[in-house]
């Protein structure tokens, strides 16, 4: 079983900077690939960005490249998300979520096993 706490949401001007954390129970972190995902109302969950258990690979959505970076530190089990130059459309709440995965990243909403409880970003114009 594997809990996960996020943290670091708030309120933010368009241009300006965030960064999340999610730290995670267990003591085989670098087992599971981890996911950030967002959720804004009336849309479904989308996958923002993913890292492998090394940290090695690691995935963007085209809308976030260049501009969003994730990250983790296995010894403190803890993944981060560092959000720059922010937009309104990334306005969301954002979700951490981890997958067994020794080998590899995934992509797929539906093959991530846990989930924290959310964290709302709020982006003003």
């Known amino acids: 079983q594997v809990q996960l706490v996020e943290s670091g949401g708030g309120l933010v001007q368009a241009g300006g900077s965030l960064r999340l954390s999610c730290a995670a129970s267990?003591?085989?972190?670098?087992?599971?690939?981890m996911g950030w995902f967002r959720q804004a109302p009336g849309k479904e969950r989308e996958l923002v960005a993913a890292?492998?258990?090394?940290?090695?690979?690691?995935y963007y959505r085209a809308s976030v490249k260049g501009r969003f970076t994730i990250s983790r530190v296995n010894a403190k089990n803890t993944v981060y998300l560092q959000m720059n130059s922010l937009k309104p459309e990334d306005t969301a709440v954002y979700y951490c979520?981890?997958?067994?995965?020794?080998?590899?990243?995934?992509?797929?909403?539906?093959?991530?096993?846990?989930w924290g409880q959310g964290t709302q970003v709020t982006v003003s114009s």
């Open positions: 267990g003591r085989t972190f670098s087992s599971y690939a």
């Open positions: 890292i492998s258990g090394s940290g090695i690979s690691t």
């Open positions: 979520a981890a997958v067994f995965a020794p080998n590899g990243l995934s992509t797929e909403v539906n093959e991530y096993d846990y």
